[in-house]
């Protein structure tokens, strides 16, 4: 009788560790279920640009792909590995080399969704000669990615340089891909100006949310060196390169925005919203998030008006319009009605919310329902003045005090510059 328990005592045992085990890989199944359902209801199904597609009869499930994404974009659901949170796949690319059996593709768009992709040969130079993109905006992400574009753009750039009053190069953009590439025109010595239509460097960068840990690995920067970058924060990347551009004392001119690039006999005039400037070459180093839409409206060009929340405790006891109906309009309407004392009304010119997370809407709710935040449907602002802003709702004028106007309505994508410059683009439809 007692050799019975021998050998029932181990089997219980193991029962148990795959019972619990099992039960373990059901809750991750429920959760990434969970996530894929919510990314279905709010509509936030196609990536955004490079992403994976996972062939489920290759697949494994494995989990490699899993442990490797630092977005958590991918889930295993019922033993396969399935982009669960397609909105926040970045395009790193982790997941493909990490799957052991070779399941997964990496692709631009969506057969829904086309994405713009520009030609560039291996100089970084487009079909149109003297016009250089270099960073996301040519479809591959990432910092690390971007900054070395941006080196090697400027080796092809410098040679051939501009002469006579030319500049050598203008740069666009002051994110990853526009920062090196203006370190790598300072060490040759190239005659350049560099552009930054926002108030401060990083790019995307900047806008990620605060504390964001960044996934990125050392990069080789002209006049620096090997910068150890690994994981560090939004915040210390951002102060690293604030850091490098004072140590080298790099110039950039904040707030110039490109508006056209027109050919000239040799080279190229750029004009901004500030001045002209005639150059042999342009890199564009814009990225793919484009230019903030703006409203159009009397009294924009007032400080008081700004086009992303960096902030919100800024805000505190004061009286905010935000203006937009997509997720970020939401996200910045509920964080600044959160703070102590401040009133906030969000004006959205459609007549209901469309595609936005149902987290999102639940908390536009409560906030509602708290008293902290009024919505306005179906209205327009008509006019900002310094104390106060002029609304337009269903054809009545409506006036209300204001001390800040964020406005989050989407933004103009680089691809229309692009095609005026004469720069092929190709639509991809997932595909390589
Ligand atoms: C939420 C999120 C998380 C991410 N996390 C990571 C991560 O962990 N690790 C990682 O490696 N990558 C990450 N990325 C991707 C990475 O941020 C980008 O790939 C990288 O910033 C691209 O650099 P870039 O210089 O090409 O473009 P951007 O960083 O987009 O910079 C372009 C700059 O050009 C400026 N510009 C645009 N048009 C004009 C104009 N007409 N005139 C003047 N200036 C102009 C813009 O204002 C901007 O500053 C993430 C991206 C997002 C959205
Ligand atoms: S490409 Fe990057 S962000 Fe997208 S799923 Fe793969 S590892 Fe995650």
């Known amino acids: 009788m007692k050799e019975i328990y021998y050998y029932l005592l181990p ?21 990434a279920k969970q996530v894929l359902d919510e990314a279905i209801q709010a509509g936030l199904t196609e990536p955004s640009c490079l992403h994976p597609v996972i062939d489920p009869i290759v697949c494994c499930g494995s989990g490699a792909c899993v442990r490797v994404c630092p977005e958590n974009a991918i889930g295993i659901i019922n ?9 926040h796949c970045i395009g790193h690319g982790a997941c493909a080399p990490a799957c052991p059996v070779g399941a997964i593709k990496l692709v631009f768009g969506t057969e829904r969704r086309g994405v713009e992709i520009p030609h560039v040969k291996p100089s970084f130079e487009t079909n149109v ?32 340089r501009g002469s006579g009053k030319q500049l050598d190069v203008v740069i666009v953009g002051a994110g990853p891909a526009g920062l090196a590439a203006t370190l790598g025109a300072m060490e040759k010595k190239l005659r350049s100006v560099t552009f930054e239509q926002e108030d401060s460097l990083g790019g995307t960068v900047y806008h990620y949310p605060r504390n964001k840990i960044v ?12 910068a150890k970058l690994g994981e560090i924060t939004k915040e ?34 750029v004009k901004s919203n500030k001045a002209e400037y005639l150059t042999r070459n342009v890199l564009l180093a814009i990225g793919r998030r484009g230019t903030p839409r703006k409203l159009g409206v009397p009294g924009e060009e007032s400080p008081k008006v700004v086009y992303r929340l960096v902030d919100p405790e800024q805000y505190q006891g004061r009286k905010i319009l935000v203006v937009g109906g997509g997720d970020s309009a939401i996200e910045a309407a509920v964080a600044t009605s959160e703070q ?3 009133t906030v009304t969000l004006s959205y010119r459609g007549d209901a919310f469309g595609r936005i997370k149902q987290k999102n809407r639940d908390r536009l ?37 204001n001390h800040g106007v964020i406005v989050c309505a989407g933004g103009i994508l680089p ?14 439809y997932g595909t390589d």
């Not at 209205?379 to 004028?397: M, R």
């Not at 510059?417 to 683009?425: A, P, R, S």
Request: aromatic letters at 8%; proline letters at 3%.
């Open 415 to 428: 691809m229309g510059m692009l095609k005026d410059m004469g720069i092929q683009v190709e639509t991809k």
């Open 11 to 31: 089997i219980a045992f193991i029962l148990f560790v795959m019972y619990t085990y099992w039960q373990g890989k059901q809750r991750r199944y429920e959760a």
């Open 215 to 226: 996934m990125t690995q050392p990069v080789v920067l002209p006049l620096v060196g090997k």
């Open 340 to 342: 102590p004392g401040t």
């Open 236 to 269: 210390d990347l951002l102060a690293f390169w604030h850091r490098i551009v004072e140590r080298v004392g790099m110039k950039i001119n904040f707030n110039e925005r490109v508006e056209r690039v027109t050919a000239t006999s040799g080279g190229y005039l």
């Open 129 to 160: 000669p003297g016009i250089y993109i270099a960073g996301e905006l040519g479809g591959m992400g990432l910092v690390r990615k971007a900054a070395e574009q941006g080196r090697q753009a400027i080796e092809s750039i410098a040679k051939n």
């Open 365 to 401: 709710a409560a906030a509602e329902r708290d008293g902290k935040l009024t919505v306005l449907l179906s209205s327009n602002v008509a006019k900002i003045e310094k104390d106060h802003v002029h609304l337009d709702k269903d054809g009545e004028a409506i006036c209300f005090e």
């Open 79 to 87: 033993h396969k590995a399935v982009l669960i949170n397609p909105a």
